[in-house]
């Protein structure tokens, strides 16, 4: 895998997000984004894109609506760059595969319902976190990440911060289910 540099990253980056508040955003998340582990996320597939690609997007969205409502943009940005960012794939990829097939451990286990994906990914993600960023943990994003899947997982989110990154999760994840079943429909067809 081609790991990317600061410099990269910003230039690729900023041809996708045309915004004057990208670079105060890349600056914000710059750490987590050149870290070799969460540049792994690329080949960990989120329904219609990539982890990498989601958690941009999520990370992105949350900095622009704590602008809008009077929030901390820095626990937006690494909250919403962090909240997937759990240790083991959800679905097949076969770059992940060729990669590190150890990141597919997940999908030969069979867990009780409960305990699928979308009811842990959260607590995982927490956990992942504070493994690789230990020194950027704080409450607020902690929180964030943990909570960002309610109603899914029941314990409500405890911040603005938590709550704003559980509504941009939703715009994109509710964006992606539409065009999933968009081509699902043109496929029957």
Not at 13 to 35: A, G, R
Not at 38 to 52: D, E, I
Not at 73 to 98: N, T
Not at 110 to 119: R, S, T, V
Request: hydrophobic share 35%; with cysteine.
């Amino acid at each position: 895998m081609n790991f990317l540099s600061s410099d990269e990253l910003r230039s690729e980056l900023k041809t996708v997000i045309d915004d004057p508040s990208f670079d105060e955003w890349f600056d914000i998340v710059n750490p987590f984004l050149i870290h070799d582990e969460f540049q792994k996320r690329r080949l960990f597939k989120h329904h219609t894109a990539s982890v990498w690609d989601h958690s941009i997007e999520v990370s992105f969205k949350a900095f622009k609506l704590a602008y809008k409502l009077n929030a901390d943009r820095r626990v937006c940005a690494i909250a919403g760059l962090m909240h997937d960012f759990y240790p083991y794939a959800w679905q097949y990829s076969k770059e992940l595969e060729e990669y590190d097939e150890s990141y597919l451990e997940r999908l030969s286990r069979k867990e009780p319902f409960f305990k699928n994906h979308g009811f842990t990914h959260a607590k995982e993600a927490r956990k992942n976190f504070e493994k690789y960023f230990s020194e950027y943990s704080d409450k607020k994003i902690l929180n964030a990440i943990q909570r960002h899947m309610f109603p899914l997982n029941i314990t409500p989110p405890k911040y603005k911060e938590s709550w704003i990154i559980t509504i941009a999760d939703k715009q994109s994840s509710i964006r992606d289910t539409f065009y999933i079943i968009s081509a699902l429909l043109k496929k029957g067809n």
